[in-house]
């Protein structure tokens, strides 16, 4: 909407400067320009609207302008509304213009208003369009109360009705307020809050933590804008609880206690608290008499059926007792019918001898009753007598330290043997007369431990579980301990005793043993036996058994291959105490002692029984032999042999024509692609000799290697290389072969060849240049430095050391290249230079580099000159750029070489060849400083 508006204001601010000018409009020089615009109204209610302006201003003189709003109820254009409707200042703005806003209010519903928007500033104001808006309608209620619905005893759900009007969103709160007041508020009420109405503005809330059979009343409620609106007040009342209680007969019934109880049923609904007691006394003539005189039994707990019960205790015997089960549901008390039950008669002895349970083969738990009113007294002793004999001489005694309410007591006779007939009887020291009871017995359970030694499970390279089984028939609760016994060395039971190893083991509910015994020999005979102790008795052992531990089958193979690399893993069983694990490998052959006796690695990294060792500076496209030697628990394991082939390398070597022949020497070429994965050493060049035979050329020992050792460096995929090859006899044919040596494997090219030429070269010229320069041993060699005219080189090259003639032309007593080399040779003349540059082609060289494509073996650069015409093009000589002397040091690489003339100036400048990069020209040089020598002959 913003870019709408953007757009609209920028045709009208066009058309207001277009028409301004256009008509004559009373624009004064400087004055602003203003445009106003009216937006839509906001936050419409019955009585109050947001209304909207914006405004954009130009050449304002003062820093903020003043915005308004002029609104009525008649429909009018906007300068009849600022006329007669009523203005609402919305503040002040910036004088460039920005948006404003102001709030109407008490204004009237269902209204229609027209407003607009106005901007002044400098004196100058500008109206926008108009607008209108429609204030809501009023409505008889926001809010109207609906029915109660679901009535229990403790909750009801309210429903209401929200009269929403269309605008009417964002702080709006409704809900429903309830209290047992007739006048429902937010002071003396419960307020519910409700945020999802249906399709129809219905909603409906729970209201809970009620009181049963109570009058409640319920109003809706609707807030905005911190106006409340209610709903009529409406009324409901909860349910009535309805429930029952039973009183249930009296049960287990004895001298001194019995269980009585109760069980309530309710028939209301709702989610009901329930509690129930029991009364219980000797006065049964009413329920109050039992609450009032009677004994008090809070219940615990009401299991879901509603039945509760309790142990009535400390009663006096031969007593008749009456109880009443009261349950109390949500607050209403319900009672149940009154009941009774006699407590049972007391025994005539004074000392009554009770049953004997718990019997063992070592114990037993014996029990006895002073039945004698007082017996509680500090002055009674009361115990037990027993005996495997005659209670009457050889009776032992125990005295019990404690009696329950009813004078019963039970002591604990330990230490009796198994199997065996015992006789007891309770007995009760009374003032100082001691009462018996009835002679009883009882036999302690016969004792026997059995012990088998069972087959081992879970049998693996390393560890094994070892099995067994104890049956003891006994009650007692026995002490018992198992143990296992293990060795690698046959034996017996007493061996395995004195020697073996032991390992302690689990005894199981069901009288099986188990141990799991670990760092195990691999493909070994184990002996072991269980035994087993209880108490102090000694151990009982079973028979001796046998397990053979699994044979180790590594998993071996081979990843991550290339041409130079490979990672070699080894699974091994799990559980193994793995040390010294190796890898050896070879090329030579799958037996097993000679890939032992091969390369061996050791860097291995572990993840528990899984080893990977990468082993390096492999040989393409080999087949590698390889097994793992690992110990495990200190025993040697070889695996089987296996093995992988690297990679092969996409290459190939070509022996390439030669470029060019010269004097003593031959400038050659080779070429090669190679693409490999792996980063490896390189190294390419060429074999030469003078026999056309591949093994004599190899067995030669001449060459010429331009290589990259590193083998950690790139090599490009594919390119050419060349080479010279110098001090060659003269005039003499060569065979020569191209080679690529990848790390220690040769590749060769074909066998090509060349002839040196003689010590003086036909380029097709006037004379025959030589192939050497003056003072030098071959062509790559500078040679020596002379002074024009001078024929010995110096230390200091100058004037004051200066001694040449000034002529034209050099007599040959003072041409170097003559008195050097005798017969027809010279120093050329210009013009034989100037022919060489002519009818020559010229090719720079540079110093051995892998960036550059021609190679000389220590040889600065200089220039390879070939002749141009037919027959010509592959003989060649070469210029050293040896630079000049001056004083005694030296100058540039150029290649700068006398000429035999001279200028003849009053600087006495002598004729010379220049050439530096691709400038190669004939220029003057000052004589008295040291250039090169390049002969000439007929």
Known sequence: MTKKIFSVFCFAVALFVSCGKETGTDEKEGSAIILCMTSEASGVTQTSAILYGTATIKNAQTSRANAYFYYSTTQADAKTLKASGHRFSAGTIPNTGGDFSANLSSLSPATTYYYVASISIDDQEELGGVKSFTTEKKTDSFSVTGAAIDITVNSATLTAYANLPANMTGDVTIGIIYSTSSSPSLQNGKLLTSKELDGNNMYQLEATDLTPDTKYYFKSFLSRSNLNYYGEVKEFTTAQVLASVSTLDAWDVAETKAMVGGKVEISSKGVLSKSAVIYYGTDGTSADALKTKGKKVTIEAIEEDGSFKTEL???????????????????????????????????????????????????????????????????????????????????????????DPENKYCCQATGLSSNTLYYYRAFTLFNGVRSYGEVKSFTTLDFSVTVSTSDASDVTEFSATLNGIVSVNSKDELYKSATFIYSRTESNVENLISSGSRVLAAIQEDGSLNSTISNLAYNANYYYVAAVRVHDKEYVYGDVKMLKTKTIHAEVSSSNISESYATLNCIMPSGGNYSDVRVYYSPLSSNVDDILNGASASTWSSGGNEFNISISKLEFNTTYYYLFYVKANNEEYISEVSSFTTSNIDLSITTNEFIYELSGMGLVEGSYTYHANDKHSVQVGFFYGKQNNKAAILQSQSVITLTNNDYYSSFAPKGTFTSFFNYLDLNTTYYYLAFMKIDNTFIYGDIKSFKSLDSSVDLGLSVKWGGINVGASSAVDCGGYYAWGEITTKSNYDDSTYTGPFVSVLPLENDVAHMTLGGTWRMPTKAEYTELIDNCTWSLVKTSSWDNAVYINGAAQGYIVSGKKEGYQKKAIFLPGGGYKVGTSGGNSMCQYWASTNQMSANHYADCLEAYDHDIETATGAPDWGYLIRPVCE
């Open 313 to 403: 205790t400390s009663l006096t015997a031969s007593k008749k007792y009456y109880f009443i089960a009261i349950a109390s549901v949500e607050g209403v008390e319900f009672a149940g019918a009154i009941k009774n039950f006699t407590t049972q008669d007391k025994p005539t002895e004074i000392s009554v001898t009770g049953e004997s349970f718990d019997i063992g083969e070592s114990t037993a738990k014996l029990y006895g009753w002073c039945n004698q009113e007082g017996a509680e007294g500090t002055s009674v002793v009361f115990g037990i007598e027993y005996s495997a004999t005659d209670l009457t001489t050889a009776a032992t005694t125990i005295t019990a330290s404690d009696k």
